[in-house]
């Protein structure tokens, strides 16, 4: 098993992203990165408004201290720009499980290799460093392109969990969840790089 601490803050970089542990000072570079594309409209997702990016941040910050939560920004390494956010949540510590959620991207890069190598980083860590037994995901019923996604990293869905939540609208949220396993990592691992390879051949072929 690994010698890292299970849920310390780390910096995960690869060719075109960096993970950046999340701090007070990065709230207006994620106010700006919300306001690419107006995520906080979305109804289906919990992006903050660029107005509500401080008490998010806050937010953030006292989970991890509560080592519940363990939040990134993303950056990226060509131009330095910070374009979205990702989370380590959902934390069983005793069974060495987590969720990877609280995930959204500036509207430029979504569909780029972005989101494909910020989800291999992550998982890289959780089962490679951590010696994780599952790592989760888990999105709205309703939010179409992310359950597509998530099925395209290789994970299987697990069922769905009906009234799961309440949304700020006082409806209800039916949140389906998803699973990769410690046995399934190799494979998962395997078609992320493959993912990756294709969006470097797409960006030389432009």
Same mark, same amino acid.
């Given at each position: ?6 849920? *310390? ?9 960096? =993970? ?21 409209? =979305?109804?289906? @997702? ?6 509500? %990016? *401080? ?19 993303? /950056?990226?390494?060509? &131009? $330095?720009?910070?374009?979205?956010? &990702? @989370? ?8 060495? /499980?987590?969720? %990877?959620?609280?995930?959204?991207? !500036?509207?430029?890069?979504?569909? &780029? ?8 980083? +992550? ?15 888990? &999105? ?6 992310? /359950?597509?996604?998530?099925?395209? +990293?290789?994970?299987?869905?697990? $069922? ?9 609208? $006082? !409806?209800?949220? *039916? @949140? ?31």
């Amino acid at each position: 098993m690994s010698t890292i601490a299970f849920l *310390d803050p780390v910096i995960l970089e690869g060719r075109h992203v960096r =993970l950046e542990p999340m701090q007070a000072s990065h709230a207006p570079e994620l106010a700006q990165a919300a306001r690419d594309g107006e995520l906080w409209k =979305l109804w289906f @997702t919990g992006v903050p408004t660029p107005e509500g %990016i *401080d008490a998010h941040v806050e937010l953030m910050l006292k989970r991890r201290q509560e080592r519940t939560f363990l939040p990134f920004v993303v /950056r990226l390494r060509e &131009t $330095g720009e910070v374009v979205g956010q &990702t @989370t380590f949540c959902n934390v069983d510590h005793d069974n060495r /499980r987590v969720e %990877i959620g609280y995930t959204w991207y !500036s509207k430029r890069v979504q569909r &780029t290799a972005v989101n494909s190598e910020a989800k291999r980083l +992550l998982l890289g860590h959780a089962f490679e460093a951590w010696d994780c037994i599952a790592v989760e995901f888990r &999105t709205n019923w309703f939010n179409e392109r992310s /359950r597509a996604a998530i099925a395209r +990293l290789g994970a299987k869905q697990d $069922g769905v969990l009906r009234n799961h939540l309440r949304n700020p609208d $006082g !409806s209800f949220r *039916d @949140t389906v969840v998803f699973s990769i396993i410690q046995s399934e990592w190799p494979a998962v691992k395997r078609n992320l790089e493959h993912r990756l390879e294709q969006h470097e051949e797409g960006s030389r072929a432009s």
